[in-house]
């Protein structure tokens, strides 16, 4: 089935941008700037958009006015004219290389995942600034009402991660802090509301919903007008965000622009109204914002300009295996959701699964190995499309080859027959072997893969077997960054034989991960941030190498503290909620929108039931042998 198309109205394309104002309007200082800045017209303008005199500075609002403007956010979601707005989800799927039934599944799952994770996370921060403000019949929130200490931690929780996922919960945990939020800190949070003073969003690559949630973040959480600098792989993004933002860019608190050029977007970030920076990318292209950012703020200290920078980094992201007696049944479950992890985005996350942690005394190691290949091998493989991933991971492996190690690339099918896949698209395997011993290769523990390696490696348990191994051997090992990676997400498997997780509360308290997800895949841990959770690396992890800050924390909780976001899933006897190989019909996925993305139920029901009806009527006529031919033209 080829990718269902859809065409923009004049309206949508005249408000692509939603950042074109009057100079007329631009104080003194913006205009001279903007002048002197040589950025191109439309960065100019958007910048002015932004600057104008007239605007109040989004600090000064009332938290009811800031309440309109979610609601108002949410009334243009609800409308779904974002949806098809510019073809950007036939264009993503097109970014994927993807063809057939791949295409389609991407293009329903995208407008899924975009339309729910904005919701969530619009309709928590009414939640939250309603309760604040004691409006007539709001209850306390949900996730606050249920509250315990656990050591020095308290613990926040559980509350469902969604309506879409039964038995899956989440815990905010945090943990009283010395590190109090230094002046230079505060002094760069008030001065991004001041007028005259701008964020700068710079667009993820990866996926469509990133961006978009970082803006609203911006704007509402921490009330800075947002421009947004596109990713040059998703300018497509502009259409659909001028449509669910338009309120924004209405009141002069959004703009966008898409990507011209790697010295542009240098002279965007110096320029004098950017006192803030938003990133979600790698640790490299972070130290170089941080470098023009102290380029263009010579009298500023470092700290200070470190500051003005909050980002969202990557992770060698951890699977960690227990050991105990598991069942046949749960070494597969576990396998599948390592593997479904690894394979979505080619391995193009920054949660995507990268080293799996064994202990070297475990007795079904071996049998858990027959598992994962075999789950590799079973669920397709999807091309490698972001830029660099394909020569990074070859070099990645290229080198544990020549280290000695033993690489086994494990090849599957493609996710569609229309779908074109290469060698170095599948997943490569590497045995890492145990620290300490001879042989011992760290190289993918120490970078993140952006792609499709994965590896493993073992740990010498022999002095702290069963119920030690995770406290006494994991977490030490896990939480030294000389030994891994990011701290940003990772994953626990234990079986149902060594008990509940009540008898994990140590290993959860100690583990410095900004998520941590108990046999559960770790991505669940981005959808808790928009339900009233955190997404973000670990704040104990100094070098900042999964990112400085979070996002989220929609009730306030967590202040100046150290948290942390703990997803507790099922009995892994459950049967995971995603498998690449089997994935949800478009129908479905399309009928689920139908219900997330609306007011009310009634509605729902309604809009679900037309696109069913629909649905049928044209399948009907694609049997007859004229009029299916006129309707697959079409």
Wanted: charged fraction near 20%; glycine fraction near 8%; hydrophobic fraction near 35%.
């Amino acid at each position: 089935m080829a990718p269902r198309q859809a065409t923009s109205s004049p309206e949508q394309q005249d408000r692509k941008f939603s950042c074109v104002t009057t100079s007329s309007t631009l104080n003194a200082a913006a205009k001279t700037a903007a002048a002197e800045s040589e950025l191109p017209s439309i960065y100019t303008e958007a910048l002015g958009h932004l600057l104008q005199d007239d605007i109040p500075p989004l600090a000064t609002l009332p938290d009811a006015d800031v309440i309109t403007i979610a609601k108002e956010i949410l009334q243009n979601i609800y409308t779904r004219e974002w949806s098809e707005a510019g073809q950007w989800a036939a264009e993503e799927a097109k970014l994927y290389k993807l063809g057939g039934s791949a295409a389609d599944v991407s293009m329903a799952m995208g407008k899924l995942v975009m339309g729910s994770a904005l919701i969530d996370y619009l309709r928590t921060f009414v939640e939250a600034i309603e309760y604040k403000l004691g409006v007539e019949g709001v209850k306390e929130p949900e996730l606050l009402t249920k509250k315990r200490n656990v050591g020095d931690d308290v613990v926040y929780g559980p509350v469902n991660v969604s309506p879409t996922l039964p038995g899956n919960t989440f815990e905010v945990w945090t943990t009283p802090s010395d590190n109090m939020e230094s002046e230079e800190e505060k002094d760069t949070e008030e001065s991004t509301n001041e007028t005259g003073k701008v964020a700068v969003v710079l667009g993820a690559g990866n996926q469509s919903m990133l961006t978009i949630i970082d803006v609203l973040d911006n704007v509402l959480r921490h009330r800075r007008p947002v421009i947004v600098k596109h990713h040059p792989l998703r300018p497509w993004l502009a259409a659909p965000y001028a449509i669910i933002l338009e309120t924004l860019a209405t009141r002069g608190y959004f703009s966008q622009c898409e990507d011209v050029s790697v010295d542009v977007t240098k002279t965007l970030l110096s320029h004098p109204a950017v006192k803030h920076v938003h990133i979600t990318g790698s640790f490299s292209t972070a130290k170089a914002v941080e470098d023009v950012l102290q380029k263009a703020n010579p009298t500023l200290s470092s700290s200070k300009v470190k500051s003005m920078v909050t980002s969202e980094l990557g992770c060698a992201t951890p699977q960690i295996i227990d050991d105990g007696d598991y069942t046949e049944v749960e070494l597969l479950h576990v396998a599948s959701m390592i593997a479904c992890g690894k394979k979505s985005n080619c391995g193009s996350n920054c949660l995507s699964p990268q080293v799996v942690v064994l202990s070297k005394q475990w007795k079904q190691k071996d049998l858990f190995r027959e598992k994962l290949m075999e789950e590799l091998k079973r669920q397709p493989t999807t091309p490698c499309y972001y830029p660099g991933s394909v020569d990074k991971n070859k070099s990645l492996v290229d080198g544990c080859k020549q280290f000695g190690s033993k690489c086994a690339t494990i090849v599957a099918p493609s996710v569609s027959e229309e779908t074109t896949v290469g060698e170095g698209d599948h997943v490569v395997l590497v045995e890492c072997g145990t620290p300490g011993e001879e042989g011992f290769n760290s190289q993918p523990l120490l970078v993140e893969a952006f792609g499709p390696t994965l590896s493993i490696v073992e740990l010498d348990s022999e002095q702290d077997e069963n119920e030690m191994y995770l406290a006494n051997v994991v977490v030490p090992f896990l939480n030294n960054k000389d030994n891994i990676f990011g701290s940003l997400s990772c994953s626990v498997f234990t079986p149902k034989s060594k008990g509940s997780y009540e008898r994990l509360q140590e290993v959860l308290s100690t583990l410095n991960y900004g998520t941590v997800a108990i046999n559960q895949m770790n991505l669940f841990g981005y959808t808790a941030s928009a339900k009233g959770g955190i997404w973000g690396g670990h704040s104990l992890e100094t070098l900042g190498q999964s990112g400085n800050g979070n996002i989220g924390d929609l009730f306030g909780i967590i202040g100046e503290n150290t948290a942390k976001v703990v997803v507790y899933g099922p009995s892994l006897e459950t049967k995971p909620p995603l498998d690449n190989a089997s994935p949800p019909p478009t129908v479905v996925l399309d009928i689920v929108r139908e219900f997330v993305c609306t007011d009310s139920i009634l509605k729902g029901m309604g809009n679900a039931l037309a696109l069913v009806i629909s649905r049928t009527f044209y399948g009907t006529l694609s049997y007859l042998p004229i009029v299916g031919r006129f309707v697959g033209s079409k």
